[in-house]
């Protein structure tokens, strides 16, 4: 067995208003079965932080994403990230610099590749009253000072704009995945 990698999983709309549910067991489970070691979930909401060989965090994508819908009959998006790149995630958060933002209200949206260019000049050109959003590579960092419930930068307008299926969460539990794979 070669060098195991720790990796950060996120999936997208599961155990959501009671639609597309999975219990967190189950779902360990079917990663042992995939292969993924030391698993450990956080919260009903389809965080993971697992190890497995070296590989392309979009093969992990799609082998978990295929074994979730043969196992549970829906399709899930699955984005994988390494500890590299979550760890500049968590470092480059433009909003941490500002001491006037209160980083309750910081959320991150994770996308599913980076957004085409022409894309991006479109949507960077969008002013919203409160809430600000910055685009770094395949995540998007939102500041929502009213509380995300009620922001129009959701996944929804996101995938729109963009393209690309997105997947947000908050800021807590970015850290907390975080200090998880680091204490496997």
């Not at 070691?37 to 909401?45: K, L, R």
């Not at 070296?54 to 043969?70: C, R, V, Y």
């Not at 990230?81 to 949206?109: C, Q, Y």
Request: aromatic share 10%.
């Amino acid at each position: 067995m070669g060098k195991m990698t720790t990796y950060i999983t996120i999936l997208r709309g599961i155990n959501v208003s009671g639609n597309r549910p999975i219990k967190m067991d189950a779902l360990k489970v079917l990663c042992a079965k995939e292969g993924l070691t030391n698993t450990q979930t956080y919260i009903q909401s389809g965080n993971l932080v697992f190890q497995h060989e070296k590989k392309d965090p979009t093969e992990i994508e799609t082998k978990l994403s295929s074994a979730i819908q043969k196992t549970f009959g829906f399709d899930v998006p699955v984005i994988v990230r390494d500890m590299t790149s979550w760890g500049k995630l968590i470092s480059s958060n433009p909003f941490s610099v500002d001491p006037a933002k209160d980083e309750a209200f910081f959320h991150v949206t994770f996308l599913s590749d980076k957004p085409a260019a022409a894309d991006l000049l479109k949507i960077n050109t969008l002013v919203f009253k409160d809430d600000v959003f910055k685009i770094v590579g395949k995540e998007v960092f939102l500041y929502c000072p009213k509380g995300y419930g009620i922001t129009k930068l959701n996944n929804g307008f996101f995938e729109n704009k963009l393209k690309l299926q997105a997947t947000t969460r908050n800021w807590k539990t970015v850290k907390q995945l975080w200090t998880m794979a680091e204490g496997i």
